[in-house]
Each structure stands twice: as C-alpha cells, then as structure tokens.
C-alpha cells in the first residue's frame, strides 16, 4: 500500500478492513433482469452511457460494438422496449469507421446523443433519430503511424466539450434548438491523447451547504471548477467554463493513464489504469487520496450527485461503490467502501448509475451480449 498523503485520508487506506464488513451484507445490490444486446460490448473503457427519463419512466442504454452503437430503452422491469443502431458516418473507399464513445450531454434546454470514431463527431436528437451535426477531424497534424480519434465527451452549460487524439478539446456551442452548433474553442492543456471528460452543473454545486444533500463546498473558488479532462499520460486539466474556457490548474500523472474521471463537490475522482483511484481538490490539485482499489486497470467511474456515491469498475471484474464527504471541521476529503461487486468471468467495460441517489446500477462487459442490472434491497 502507497504511504498517505496526509493524515486526514488515513482511513482512505485502509478500507480492505470494511471488505470484511461488506461481505456480511453482500445482498445490498441485487442482480435484475438483465437486458440483452444484438452484439457484445466493445472492450473500450467507459463503454456504457445511460439516460434516465423520469416522466416516461423509461432508462435509455448506450453501448458501442465495432462500427456501430446501440441505443436500447427499457422499462424499470429490465423489458426492453425499442432497439435502434447508428453507425459513424462513412467516407467512399475508405475502411469502415470505428466509434470511440457514445455519450447523452443534458444541457439546459435539450438532450443531445453524441457519436465519436476514428472520422468524427456526430450529434444527434436524443432518441438518435435524427442527426443534427457532423464534424469531421482533421488529421493534418498527425504522423502516418498515428491513430486519429475523437474520445472523451461531456457537457458544461451549453457547451459540449470533446477530446481528441492530439490532446486537444473541442469546444461546441450548442443552440437552443436547431442544428446551427458552433466549433467556438480549442483548448490546449494536453500533450497527449484525451481519454475521459466529465462536468458538474453549476446548480448541482452547493458552496453554503444548503440543500442537504452532501458535502459542501469549503469556498466559492471550489465551485468555479466545473470541467475536468484527462488524457493518457495521466495528466488532469481542471477548467472553469464560460464563454471562454479558463484552465485553472494541472494535476501531473505518476505513470499510468487516467482512463476515468468524475467531478463532485469540488472534488476530482480519478481513476487509473494501475487500478488505483485518487482523490483530488480541483481547485488546487492536492491529493487528498490514493488508493488501491482494483487489481487490474480501472475502466469507468461514475456518480451519484444527490448523494455522493462513486462506482468505480476495473478488469478485474469487480464493481466497487463509495461514499464521498468533506470533514467539515479540517476540509479533508474522506471516502468509505459501502459495497463490491463481483462480475464473474467478465471483462467489465462500461459501468453506470441508473439513479441520481445510486440505487440501481448498470454493467457491461467485453464479449457479454447483455447489460447487467443491479438494484439495492
């Protein structure tokens, strides 16, 4: 085990120790009637993307499998009810694309589904209908060996922010409405390939603490953090957003790539692909926690905002859930074990919260021609 960074977080490093208690409630989660795919779930990290839609009562399941992704909706029982694919957008003589990532960005005003490949950027309507945007990537500035491609997408206000290949982040204005998006920005704070993206909406941030609902933020700076990106070196860039992008600081790598990332409270979950999972203060960069908490290379995180829960998903089959809080005496971050999950004899790939309160849960897995459902008892 890695030496604490400091001594608030102590407990952060020995949560093995709340393994043993969890196993006496292995049944928090229990297994739902899974929902089958036409294909199995391509061996990419963060290969799961779920939109929940409370007044329909319908949950929206994004999955890529090689050229193509697959959009299911299903009802609260696990029944799937409509099926469609999409396809990144082709080119004449040329091999077929493959597609990256498939994301729902909730903006302010709409719901938008968005594409990435080895080609591009496609937006669409949110049940992907219809295609309302197409960027293609410029490969000007790559060498003839390097692998060109778009990765790591997320939505700040009404901005949708997408990685590349170059560790440049593309910046799109989105409109109310209509397909009249706009490549407003490029942000510079990469060297390498861009691997995740995730945002905090303003109004989820609460500096005063009011609401109840987790732990505030100990300043107002805290919450100007509403962007962070990270890239294969390992490297962080956390950003404010606006009508121009400020970077605010850089988290430096310690040799592994950062595969996943979540923002919260002012706080940057990281995951990596040595299986550890660090904890950071966005404003500032310091790490608050480093633990070892999968055995093999973490490949998604995920949040529950309402109440600050944190999954965490590896290779190693293993599915871990963790409760996030500031000490509001000294500010440190402290995390707590609650639950793991073993999924056996898979290779997980994409796992999510299908709640904002994460009482219920999604996974995929590489060569598993279905999406595991969990819910809490």
Known sequence: MLAPPNDCVLASFLWWRR??????????????????????????CNNLSVLQLPVRNLTHFGVVHGPSA?????????????????????RAGVSLPLITQVHWCVLPFRVLLVLTSNRGIQMYESDGSVMVYWHALDSGDASPVQAVFARGIASSGHFICVGTWSGRVLVFDIPAKGPNIVLSEELAGHLTSVTDIASEPAQEQDPAGE??????CLSTQDCIADMVTADDSGLLCVWRSGPEFKLLTRIPGFGAPCTSVQLWQGIVAAGYGNGQLCLYEASTGTLHAQI??????????DLAPVVGKLLSAAEDTFVHIWKLSRNLKNGCIEVEHCHGECVPDTQVCGA???????????????????ILRFSSV
Not at 211 to 216: A, V
Request: glycine content about 8%.
């Open 70 to 90: 697959q959009l299911l909706s299903a009802a609260p029982e696990g029944v799937p009810l409509a099926q469609r694919q999409l396809h990144a957008k082709e």
């Open 211 to 216: 609401n109840g609902k987790g732990s505030p």
């Open 19 to 44: 393994i043993r208690w969890d196993r006496k409630i292995l049944e928090m989660f229990r297994r739902e009637r899974s929902i089958p795919l036409r294909g199995s779930a391509a061996a990419l």
């Open 352 to 370: 999510r919260f299908c709640d904002p309160s994460g009482s219920s849960l999604a996974v995929t897995g590489y060569d598993l021609a279905e």
């Open 292 to 301: 070892n908490a999968h055995a093999r290379a973490i490949c998604a995180l």
